[in-house]
C-alpha cells in the first residue's frame, strides 16, 4: 500500500464496513508503523484538523483522519451517544483492516477515545487525549451559556466565534487561533462535506449524556492500561482544564503538558511544539 506523505497531497477516499455505512477518510504520512488514529472535535469533518499538527506527526508516522458515522461525508446517522461513537470506530478501523491503532482524541474525540481504549484494549496501542475530560466529572455536567450560545445554538458559527472558545483573548493567543484558522481553510478543492445540524444535534446530546455525574465511569479510568499523553490549554472555557489534571490523576500511566495562555485550542495554538510532543511520546 502506498499512501501519501501530507494531508494536501492524500486524496478524501472511502471505505464500506460491513454493515454497508460508507466511511470518509484521508490516510498518508509513513508507512509501516502502527496508525494513529483522529478523533474529531464536536461539529468537526476531516478537514478542520490543522494541517501543521498532522503533518507534523505523519513526519513519522501513519496518520488516519476519518468522519465517524453520519458526520460530513461518511454516510449513515450520527449516534448520539458515545457508545454509538466508539462501535463506528471500531467498525472502521476494521473495514480498514487495521489490527491495532493510537489514538488521539481531542475533544469530543477524547470522550470517544478513553471509551474505545477501555472497551477494545487490545486494538488500541497508546492514547493521546487533548482539551478533554472524563465522564462523569465534576464539571463536565454542561458548557458555560457562552460557549452554547456561539458553538451550539448558533448554526453557522464564523472565525470570530471559534477563537472565542478556542483560544485566549489575549493578542498572542487570538493571533496564533487565526494563524491556524488560516491554515485549516487552504484546503478548498476537493474539501470534506459540511457538518450537518442533524450531527451538531446528536454530538450535543452525547456530550451531555457523558457529563452526567456518575463516579463509577470516572473510576474506570483507572483501569486504561495504555500509556497515555494529555495535553491541554491552562483556562479552557469549553471544558474545563481541571478535567485533564483529573485525567492525568487517575490514568496510571499518564502524562500531563499544560500550555500558557490557551484555551480549548492550545493543540493548534502551539502547533509545533504538539506534533514534536506527540510524535516523541508515540515513538517511545
Do not use: C
Not at 488521539?104 to 487533548?130: I, K, N
Not at 497515555?228 to 482544564?241: E, R
Amino acid at each position: 500500500m502506498t499512501i501519501a506523505t501530507s494531508s494536501a497531497l492524500a486524496p478524501l477516499e472511502h471505505v464500506t464496513a460491513a454493515s454497508g455505512e460508507t466511511y470518509a477518510y484521508r490516510r498518508f504520512g509513513v508507512q509501516g508503523a502502527v496508525p494513529v488514529l483522529f478523533l474529531q472535535h464536536f461539529r468537526g469533518s476531516i478537514d478542520n484538523w490543522d494541517p501543521a499538527l498532522v503533518d507534523g506527526i505523519a513526519g513519522s508516522h501513519d496518520v488516519i483522519l476519518f468522519d465517524s458515522l453520519g458526520v460530513a461525508g461518511s454516510s449513515g446517522v450520527t449516534p448520539s451517544t458515545v457508545e454509538g461513537m466508539v462501535a463506528s470506530a471500531a467498525e472502521f478501523v476494521r473495514a480498514l483492516g487495521v489490527s491495532q491503532v493510537d489514538l488521539f482524541g481531542f475533544s469530543l474525540g477524547g470522550f470517544v477515545a478513553q471509551a474505545l481504549a477501555l472497551a477494545e484494549p487490545t486494538l488500541v496501542r497508546r492514547l493521546v487525549l487533548a482539551s478533554t475530560g472524563p465522564k462523569g466529572a465534576p464539571g463536565m455536567e454542561r458548557w458555560a451559556p457562552d460557549v452554547v450560545e456561539r458553538l451550539v445554538a448558533n448554526d453557522s458559527p464564523g472565525a470570530g466565534d471559534i477563537l472565542y472558545v478556542f483560544n485566549a483573548p489575549t493578542e498572542t493567543s487570538q493571533a496564533a487561533g487565526g494563524a491556524s484558522l488560516g491554515r485549516i481553510f487552504t484546503r478548498q478543492d476537493g474539501r470534506d462535506a459540511e457538518v450537518s445540524l442533524a450531527t451538531r444535534d446528536a454530538q450535543y446530546q452525547a456530550i451531555l449524556a457523558w457529563g452526567v455525574q456518575d463516579w463509577s465511569a470516572v473510576k474506570q479510568l483507572t483501569q486504561l492500561t495504555q500509556p497515555t499523553l494529555v495535553l491541554q490549554g491552562d483556562n479552557d472555557i469549553m471544558i474545563p482544564t481541571q478535567a485533564s489534571h483529573t485525567l492525568a490523576g487517575l490514568i496510571p500511566n499518564a502524562e500531563l503538558v499544560i500550555y500558557p495562555d490557551a484555551s480549548h485550542g492550545a493543540i493548534f495554538q502551539f502547533v509545533d511544539e504538539v506534533a514534536s510532543k506527540v510524535t516523541e511520546f508515540l515513538g517511545r
